[in-house]
């Protein structure tokens, strides 16, 4: 099947920056979006970025000009640089991919296992 695995998570001060990567593996026959998503303490799981295989992006406006979401579909990898980072953006973040293994008949939602954020003020 289909693993994601996130890194570069930590934490940073206000107005600090940090990039997350997410590599999938596994048996992959495609990949069509690939997103980033974070769950707040007590907070419902949100969409940050997604991009889609040809390059198209989508922001949260809340982060909109600060956060910039990229892909390489050769390593079957997205990224997402956050600058100017808030205390807000504390969370879990999660990278969600839309994917298809061999074997299986259509794309299906994979997460990883989430990676923590914390700004502090």
């Known amino acids: 099947q289909v693993q994601l695995v996130e890194s570069g998570g930590g934490l940073v001060q206000a107005g600090g920056s940090l990039r997350l990567s997410c590599a999938a593996s596994?048996?992959?026959?495609?990949?069509?979006?690939m997103g980033w998503y974070r769950q707040a303490p007590g907070k419902q799981r949100e969409l940050v970025a997604a991009i889609t295989r040809d390059g198209i992006t989508n922001y949260a406006d809340s982060v909109k000009g600060r956060f910039t979401i990229s892909r390489d579909n050769a390593k079957n990898t997205v990224y997402l640089q956050m600058n100017n980072l808030k205390p807000e953006a504390t969370a879990v973040y999660y990278c969600?991919?839309?994917?298809?293994?061999?074997?299986?008949?259509?794309?299906?939602?994979?997460w990883g296992q989430g990676t923590q954020v914390t700004v502090s003020s």
């Open positions: 969600n991919a839309k994917a298809k293994w061999y074997g299986d008949s259509r794309y299906r939602d994979y």
């Open positions: 596994g048996s992959i026959f495609s990949i069509n979006d």
